[in-house]
């Protein structure tokens, strides 16, 4: 997918916010929540979660105990482990 446009008579491609390279192939943007690499803004252009995430389904879901939009907050659970 492409996102730029060619400038007429120069030949130059001018790319949309966010996107870069020769040919507007690179986002340049932020990743949406817990995603560390993505190729878009959205949820799903994720291709790489966060250290405190991980990929199921198409999207990065925050782990057990991990909470946010970027998976950064840490809850303890708050019940007693009868075995300590």
Not at 36 to 53: D, F, Q
């Amino acid at each position: 997918m492409n996102f730029g446009t060619i400038e007429a008579g120069s030949g130059v491609c001018t790319c949309q916010a966010n996107y870069g390279g020769d040919s507007c192939q690179y986002y340049t943007g932020v990743c949406a929540g817990p995603c560390e690499l993505c190729t878009g803004p959205g949820a799903n252009h994720c291709y790489k979660c966060n250290k405190h995430a991980y990929y199921n389904n198409g999207e990065c879901v925050c782990n057990h105990n991990w909470l946010g939009d970027d998976c950064s907050q840490y809850v303890a659970d708050s019940s007693c482990d009868p075995l300590l």
